[in-house]
T-cell receptor, first 108, second 111 residues
Framework: KNEVEQSPQNLTAQEGEFITINCSYS?????LHWLQQHPGGGIVSLFM???GKKKHGRLIATINIQEKHSSLHITASHPRDSAVYIC??????????FGQGTRLTINP | DTAVSQTPKYLVTQMGNDKSIKCEQN?????MYWYKQDSKKFLKIMFS???????INETVPNRFSPKSPDKAHLNLHINSLELGDSAVYFC??????????FGSGTQLSVL
């Protein structure tokens, strides 16, 4: 069992739908990243958070340290949001442990 | 200007060869990383350097040797390449406890 588990592994939705991707982890962490990997392969960091909630445009990330759980929400989803979303936790100062990723497809 | 640039983008080579992947960041970050993404798209950290000092070395074979000549560069040298080394290798950088910036990846194919 991975130390970082994401669900669902695959998600297909229609344009405009509200999307939630979940991340649970079993280890102590100092913070958590949400990353987006585009179909072309490039990786972009969306959020880094250690408590509470962060919002950027249509993206919202939350974390509950006590429950060892984080969620990434996308409001008013669009086909350009189609990508793999990866949760990664920071152990200690710098070690990142990755989830297996969630492949999101938004159909027009 | 690309923030984190790695070269080459594609690398095709024979088993047993030695190859290098270069990485440079122009963000002034203290920390640089190498990650490996396998065929199942699972990412795993290989190395982390902070101000040219090795901080993390994650059970990577000795054939892999990172070299950081200065804070802005972290190169990856691989000796005696094996079929199992085929993967996409990503370089990244960050200021401590801040967002990561990734290079575009190097797809290594060992034949």
């Amino acid at each position: 069992k991975n130390e970082v588990e994401q669900s669902p592994q695959n998600l297909t939705a229609q344009e405009g739908e509200f999307i939630t991707i979940n991340c649970s982890y079993s280890v102590g962490i100092s913070a958590l990243h949400w990353l987006q990997q585009h179909p072309g392969g490039g990786i972009v960091s969306l959020f880094m958070l250690s408590s509470g909630k962060k919002k950027h445009g249509r993206l919202i990330a939350t974390i509950n340290i006590q429950e060892k759980h984080s969620s990434l929400h996308i409001t008013a989803s669009h086909p350009r949001d189609s990508a793999v979303y990866i949760c990664a936790v920071i152990q200690g100062a710098q070690k990142l442990v990755f989830g297996q990723g969630t492949r999101l497809t938004i159909n027009p | 200007d690309t923030a984190v640039s790695q070269t080459p983008k594609y690398l095709v080579t024979q088993m047993g060869n030695d190859k290098s992947i270069k990485c440079e960041q122009n963000l002034g970050h203290d920390t640089m990383y190498w990650y490996k993404q396998d065929s199942k798209k699972f990412l795993k950290i290989m190395f982390s350097y902070n101000n040219k000092e090795l901080i993390i070395n994650e059970t990577v074979p000795n054939r892999f040797s990172p070299k950081s000549p200065d804070k802005a560069h972290l190169n990856l040298h691989i000796n005696s390449l094996e079929l199992g080394d085929s993967a996409v290798y990503f370089c990244a950088s960050s200021q401590t406890r801040e967002k990561l910036f990734f290079g575009s990846g190097t797809q290594l194919s060992v034949l």
